[in-house]
C-alpha cells in the first residue's frame, strides 16, 4: 500500500536539496507525496537554525499538529535538518508527540527509522557529533552526506538541479551557527560530483548549481593530486546537455584570479557572483570574524571588474550586529552605493545561543532599530538594483525558461493559451515574458521592454530580419 509524506522545507539550498534526497529515499519505501499534513502518514519538517524567526516557524507548525497526532496516533512527525541537530532532545520536550530527530548528516538513516517507528520502536533521535566530541576525522565522517539519490519531481523544475560540492564550514563567523550543525568543511570527491552531473544532464538536466556555505574554497587531495574549484569548474564545463552552471556562496577571501579566468573564458559559466560583504565597517567585520578587511573586499571587487566587467554581483547583509552604531551602519550603506550590487540579502542579527558573537558581545541593538536599518538598506539596494535594470531596456538576453511566472495569467488566443513565463538570464535576473507551455526548459532569446527592481519585462524575440526586431506575445 503507498503511504502519504508531507515534507515542508525552510532554510538555504543545501536544505532544499537534502529534502529532494529524503523524498528520492522514501519513495524507494513506497512513499507518494501529498500536500496535506491531515491526510499524510509520515509529516516531515526540514528545518534551519541561521536565525531564531526560522525556528519559530517550526515550532509553532509542530504546535498545530498536536490534535492531529492525537486523533491518530500512527501518524509519523519528524524534525530533520538543522535545527534537529541544534536542539536535538530539546525538540521532544518542547513537542513529546514528534517521533523523529535527525540532523542533516544523518538523512540517510531516515527510511530505516520511519520503519522501526511504525514498527513500535518509539520516539528515535540521529544526530552528528558536535564541534567538539572527537577527532577531526570522527567529526567529519558523522556529517556524512548522501548525495546519490536524487528524485527530479522534487526539483523545483527538471531543467535545474542543486549539486553539492562542499560540505559543512569551517570560518566560525562569529554570528553564525552553520559551522555547527553542519558540521566540519569537506569538499566531496570530484569523481562523485562529477557522476551524478552526469546522471542529471542524462535526465534532462540543464542547469547545474554547485552548492557550498563557502562554495570556492572547494580543495580536494587525491595522493599528489590536488583539485581546485576552477579545475572542477572546467570538469563540469565538459558535460553534454548542461547548458548553465552557477555556484553559491562565495568566500570572498578564496574569490582567487584561476576562479575568474575560468568563468570569464568558458562559456556555460553564468556570468554571476554572489559574494556577501555582511557589513561596510571594518570594525564590524572584525567583531564578526569574517577575516577580511574593507579593502580586501575592495581588492576582490576590482579583480572581479578586470576580468569580468559585466557580471553581476550580489551580496547578503547582516543589520544590528552587536554594538552597530550609526556611522558603522552608514558604513554598510556606502559600501552599497560603492559596488551598486545586482541585489542583497538583508538580514537582521539574531542571537545564536553557543555561537562566539552570543558569547563574547550582547545582543544590543534594538529591533526598532534593526527594522529601521532593514528599511534603509533595503531601499537603497532597490533603488541601485531599479538604476542598474534600466541599462537592459531595448538589449536582448539569454533566459532559460524555469515556468509559469508566480502571477501567470493565461490568456486564450487563436493559436493557443499564452502564459506568462519567467525565467533568468546569464547573470541570474528574472524575466517575465509571454510564451507557451513548449517553451519551458528552453533558451530563448528575450527582447526587454520594462524593468523594476527585481524583474525584467521582455517578448521572445522570434527572428531578426534586418536591423527590425519580430517579436511574439506583444
Ligand atoms: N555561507 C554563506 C552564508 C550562509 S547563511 C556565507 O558565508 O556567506 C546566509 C546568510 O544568513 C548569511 O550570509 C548572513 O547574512 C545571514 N546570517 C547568518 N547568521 C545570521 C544571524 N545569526 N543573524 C542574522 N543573519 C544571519
Ligand atoms: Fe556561516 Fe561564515 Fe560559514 Fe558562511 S562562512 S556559513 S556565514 S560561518
Ligand atoms: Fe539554515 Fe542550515 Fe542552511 S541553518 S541556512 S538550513 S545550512
Redesign the pocket.
Known amino acids: 500500500m503507498t503511504k502519504k509524506l508531507y515534507i515542508e522545507t525552510v532554510g538555504?539550498q543545501m536544505n532544499v536539496l537534502d529534502s529532494e534526497l529524503v523524498v528520492a529515499s522514501l519513495r524507494k519505501e513506497g512513499y507518494e507525496l501529498t500536500d496535506s499534513p491531515q491526510a499524510a502518514d509520515t509529516v516531515l519538517f526540514n528545518t534551519c537554525s541561521?536565525?531564531q524567526h526560522a525556528e519559530d516557524k517550526i515550532y509553532s507548525a509542530l504546535g498545530r499538529l498536536k490534535n492531529a497526532k492525537q486523533e491518530n496516533p500512527d501518524k509519523i512527525i519528524g524534525v530533520l535538518g538543522c535545527m534537529a541537530q541544534k536542539d536535538q532532545k530539546l525538540i521532544f520536550q518542547r513537542a513529546p508527540y514528534v517521533d523523529l530527530i535527525v540532523g542533516p548528516g544523518q538523512l540517510h538513516q531516515v527510511p530505516q527509522l520511519i520503519s522501526e517507528i511504525a514498527d513500535g520502536a518509539g520516539q528515535q533521535m540521529e544526530v552528528s557529533l558536535g564541534r567538539k566530541d572527537g577527532g577531526r576525522a570522527e567529526i567529519e565522517r558523522s556529517h556524512e552526506s548522501f548525495d546519490p539519490l536524487r528524485d527530479p519531481t522534487m526539483r523545483p523544475t527538471p531543467y535545474q538541479a542543486y549539486v553539492r560540492i562542499v560540505i559543512g564550514?569551517d570560518?566560525f563567523?562569529t554570528?553564525?551557527?552553520?559551522p555547527s550543525v553542519r558540521g566540519p568543511e569537506q569538499s566531496r570527491p570530484p569523481a562523485q560530483i562529477l557522476a551524478e552531473a552526469r546522471q542529471l544532464a542524462s535526465e534532462g538536466c540543464k542547469e547545474i548549481t554547485l552548492l557550498g556555505?563557502?562554495v570556492n574554497s572547494y580543495k580536494f587531495k587525491e595522493g599528489e593530486r590536488t583539485t581546485r574549484f576552477s579545475d572542477l569548474l572546467n570538469a563540469v564545463h565538459e558535460i553534454p546537455g548542461i547548458e548553465r552552471i552557477k555556484f553559491v556562496?562565495n568566500?570572498p577571501k578564496d574569490m582567487t584570479d584561476d576562479v575568474l579566468e575560468t568563468v570569464r573564458d568558458l562559456p556555460k559559466l553564468a556570468k554571476y557572483l554572489h559574494v556577501?560583504l555582511?557589513s561596510g565597517s571594518d570594525a564590524v567585520l572584525d567583531r564578526m570574524k569574517r577575516g577580511y578587511t574593507t579593502d580586501d573586499y575592495r581588492e576582490m571587487h576590482d579583480r572581479i571588474r578586470e576580468w569580468l566587467p559585466r557580471a553581476a554581483v550580489s551580496s547578503?547583509?547582516?543589520v544590528g550586529f552587536c554594538g552597530e552604531t550609526e556611522d558603522e551602519f552608514q558604513a554598510t550603506m556606502d559600501s552599497v552605493r560603492e559596488y551598486r550590487f545586482k541585489n542583497s540579502?538583508i538580514?537582521?542579527?539574531?542571537?545564536?545561543p553557543g555561537t562566539k558573537g552570543a558569547e563574547r558581545y550582547p545582543d544590543d541593538i534594538t529591533e526598532e532599530v534593526k527594522r529601521e536599518r532593514n528599511n534603509r538598506l533595503l531601499d537603497l539596494q532597490n533603488e541601485i538594483s531599479e538604476a542598474d535594470n534600466q541599462d537592459f531596456l531595448g538589449r536582448e538576453v539569454e533566459v532559460l525558461v524555469e515556468g509559469p511566472s508566480k502571477t501567470a495569467t493565461r490568456k486564450d488566443e487563436a493559436d493557443g493559451p499564452v502564459l506568462q513565463l519567467t525565467g533568468r538570464t546569464m547573470c541570474d535576473r528574472i524575466v517575465v515574458f509571454e510564451g507557451n507551455q513548449r517553451q519551458i526548459g528552453e533558451t530563448l532569446p528575450i527582447a526587454i521592454y520594462d524593468a523594476n527592481a527585481h524583474t525584467l519585462f521582455g517578448n521572445v524575440v522570434t527572428q531578426h530580419v534586418g536591423p527590425e526586431l519580430f517579436t511574439l506575445g506583444v
Open positions: 538555504c541561521v536565525r564550514c570560518k563567523c554570528y553564525c551557527i552553520v556555505q563557502t556562496t568566500y556577501p555582511q547578503d547583509f547582516i540579502f538580514f537582521k542579527y539574531s542571537e545564536r
